[in-house]
Structure formats: structure tokens, C-alpha cells
T-cell receptor, first 120, second 116 residues
Framework: DAGITQSPRHKVTETGTPVTLRCHQT?????MYWYRQDPGHGLRLIHY???????DKGEVSDGYSVSRSKTEDFLLTLESATSSQTSVYFC???????????????????FGPGTRLTVL | GNSVTQMEGPVTLSEEAFLTINCTYT??????LFWYVQYPGEGLQLLLK?????DKGSNKGFEATYRKETTSFHLEKGSVQVSDSAVYFC???????????????FGSGTQLTVLP
């Protein structure tokens, strides 16, 4: 298993409160991602990072911010939680695609165990 | 845009039955294709992948073939076990994001239950 941990694993909070989720990796992978998982939607990308202090938005970034001050940690912050942000949040990591024998190999993403967040 | 469509679940089978979970995709280029599996209470694990047309990915008795002509990547297993009960996600990777990161586009998932 890839060395990815997420904390907390479960959290219940109230509408309007700030929440920070942490993803920690021991693999020294360059790329890190935050997804949310909702019934009927699979997983959707919130934000991602392509290096320390390098982050960008995914398809469902509204209401979320991220920070990456060191390679191993990627933080997801809900500045003011809403009930629509009740979800399961997954962190993922990957390495850049590499080339071997003239062909290109795409990266593979490895996922953490998830954080179940409930906003009341 | 890119999208992945999986067969609706849940799917319930008896042990040793044959499994097929259909997956089709829409993409503007030539994506890499993946199957991930999620066991109860856990994160997603890569099950298998294929990076170009006619490639066959295989792992733990599961197989899927990248069919460009039908834009499909159906998951199959000849004889399922109770331990295969999980949610299965089909996904594609196509566009490079900033810094050459990759976005995975997921299907909605198919719940499989295998009964003894």
C-alpha cells in the first residue's frame, strides 16, 4: 500500500465553521490531489498540487482552498462549511509520466483511506 | 467533455458466477483507462489499467480490454468470490493539468455483492 494517511478519518461539524483536512504521504510523490465522493457522482477533483506551493483548481473547487508547504503534506480547507460539503474526501498521490523504450507511460494515482465529513 | 458511463448497480451474483461490468467512455483524444476497486470503509485501489487500444489489463483474475472502436473497457472475471464484494469504478485519464498532473474522470461506480 502507498504510504498515504488522512486525518481526521471522521468529522462532524456545524454549518459556518472552518474545517481543515490533512493528507500526509511518505512516498515523496510530486503530485497530490483532493477528491470528493458522492453517491451517483463517482469521485470529482477539487484541487491538486504539482509541487510545493504549486496548486490549481479542479472541477468542483468552489468553497475550498488548499495549501502545500512541504512535499509530504497537502491540506484542504473549507473556510465556512456548508451542508452541501457533506461528503467523503479522498487524497491521492502520483508521480509524473515516464518514458521507456520510446513509449509513454501515464501516471497512476494512489488513494488514501478517506475522511468522512458531516456538516450539520 | 470527457465522461465515463458504467452499468447501473447494484449487481448481486452467486459465488463462482461470471462477472461483467460494462464501462464506456467519451473522450476527445486517446485516454488511459483504469478500473479501481473500493472495499467497505477503505480508499480506492488500482485494480488494472490499459494505456492504449487493444491493451488488456489484468489482475487477481479480473481482465479488461481497451476497445477503441466501441469506446469500451468492460471488466470481467470468470469466477467471482465473496471477497470480491466491493464497489468498482471505471476511470479515464486524458488531459494534462498544470505541471503535467493528470485528472482522473470517474464513472459513478458499480456495487458488487457476491453471495456464498
Amino acid at each position: 500500500d502507498a504510504g498515504i494517511t488522512q486525518s481526521p478519518r471522521h468529522k462532524v461539524t456545524e454549518t459556518g465553521t472552518p474545517v481543515t483536512l490533512r493528507c500526509h504521504q511518505t512516498e515523496n510523490h510530486r503530485y497530490m490531489y483532493w477528491y470528493r465522493q458522492d453517491p451517483g457522482h463517482g469521485l470529482r477533483l477539487i484541487h491538486y498540487s504539482y509541487g510545493v506551493k504549486d496548486t490549481d483548481k479542479g472541477e468542483v473547487s468552489d468553497g475550498y482552498s488548499v495549501s502545500r508547504s512541504k512535499t509530504e503534506d497537502f491540506l484542504l480547507t473549507l473556510e465556512s462549511a456548508t451542508s452541501s460539503q457533506t461528503s467523503v474526501y479522498f487524497c491521492a498521490i502520483s508521480e509524473p509520466p515516464h518514458h521507456s523504450g520510446g513509449t509513454s507511460s501515464t501516471d497512476t494515482q494512489y488513494f488514501g483511506p478517506g475522511t468522512r465529513l458531516t456538516v450539520l | 467533455g470527457n465522461s465515463v458511463t458504467q452499468m447501473e448497480g447494484p449487481v448481486t451474483l452467486s459465488e463462482e458466477a461470471f462477472l461483467t461490468i460494462n464501462c464506456t467512455y467519451t473522450a476527445t483524444g486517446y485516454p488511459s483507462l483504469f478500473w479501481y476497486v473500493q472495499y467497505p470503509g477503505e480508499g480506492l485501489q488500482l485494480l488494472l489499467k490499459a494505456t492504449k487500444a487493444d491493451d488488456k489489463g489484468s489482475n487477481k483474475g479480473f481482465e479488461a480490454t481497451y476497445r477503441k472502436e466501441t469506446t469500451s473497457f468492460h471488466l470481467e472475471k470468470g469466477s467471482v468470490q465473496v471477497s470480491d464484494s466491493a464497489v468498482y469504478f471505471c476511470a479515464l485519464s486524458l488531459f494534462a493539468l498544470s505541471g503535467s498532473a493528470r485528472q482522473l474522470t470517474f464513472g459513478s461506480g458499480t456495487q458488487l455483492t457476491v453471495l456464498p
